[in-house]
């Protein structure tokens, strides 16, 4: 699986949108991108993923490069509930294996 | 749907002793995993499983960790000996085999070996 890199902490105000970058230059083409995130004594959470399109949900927007070296996830209205480390992960299609690296520790101040 | 569950919550032990924890995944799930939280560091996959049978145990410490999961549904993590670095959280989450899915995690359970 391809590796992926994300700086170790950020600060967004609440209310204002959180933009959570991730390299992934060696995704090969059968690769999704996922992003989970732990909050504080609880185990990680599914937020969204996506292979090349833009997506969003309830939780969160996707923004995949088109070149799909590099992910941002974006968090519209953070909340301080949002405090918690974010991970990208990238794993094959079907392949069901998700390996974790340090993430991003996302500090939500009022 | 109930989510992941793990017991116990917390357990602590002497160095040398042995430990067990226990996880039922969510229902219908095939593949469920068991995961090696550190403090401070994110986890680290040791063994997962697709119904009852290993597809991967390559980072599992198999001179005192094994894990097994009978009739494909619940699973068991031991740890014998313990040692003070296997201080960590332990965490099973599971998944359907049914497309690119994602896996889900229960709350873990935290081992401090004294």
């Known amino acids: 699986d391809a590796k992926t890199t994300q700086p170790p902490s950020m600060d967004c105000a609440e209310g204002r949108a959180a933009n959570l970058p991730c390299n992934h230059s060696?995704?090969?083409?059968?690769?999704?991108v996922y992003w989970y995130r732990q909050i504080h004594s609880q185990g990680p959470q599914y937020i969204i993923h996506?292979?090349?399109n833009n997506e969003t949900n309830e939780m969160a927007s996707l923004i995949i490069t088109e070149d799909r070296k590099s992910s941002t996830l974006i968090l519209p209205h953070a909340t301080l509930r949002d405090t918690a480390v974010y991970y990208c992960?990238?794993?094959?299609?079907?392949?069901?294996?998700?390996?974790f690296g340090s993430g991003t520790k996302l500090n939500v101040k009022p | 749907e109930a989510g992941v569950a793990q017991s116990p919550r917390y357990k602590i032990i002497e160095k040398r002793q042995s430990v067990a924890f226990w996880c039922n995944p969510i229902?219908?799930?095939?593949?469920l995993y068991w995961y090696q939280q550190i403090l401070g560091q994110g986890p680290k996959l040791l063994i997962q499983?697709?119904?009852?049978?290993?597809?991967?145990d390559s980072q599992l410490p198999k001179d005192r960790f094994s894990a097994e999961r009978l009739k494909g549904v619940d699973s068991t993590l031991k740890i014998q000996p313990a040692k003070l670095e296997d201080s960590a959280v332990y965490l099973c989450?599971?998944?359907?085999?049914?497309?690119?899915?994602?896996?889900?995690f229960g709350q873990g359970t935290r081992l401090t070996v004294v």
């Open positions: 989450a599971s998944s359907s085999l049914r497309g690119n899915t994602e896996a889900f």
């Open positions: 060696t995704i090969s083409g059968n690769e999704y």
């Open positions: 996506g292979l090349k």
């Open positions: 992960i990238v794993t094959r299609y079907n392949f069901n294996k998700f390996y």
């Open positions: 229902s219908g799930h095939a593949t």
């Open positions: 499983f697709q119904n009852n049978g290993v597809v991967d």
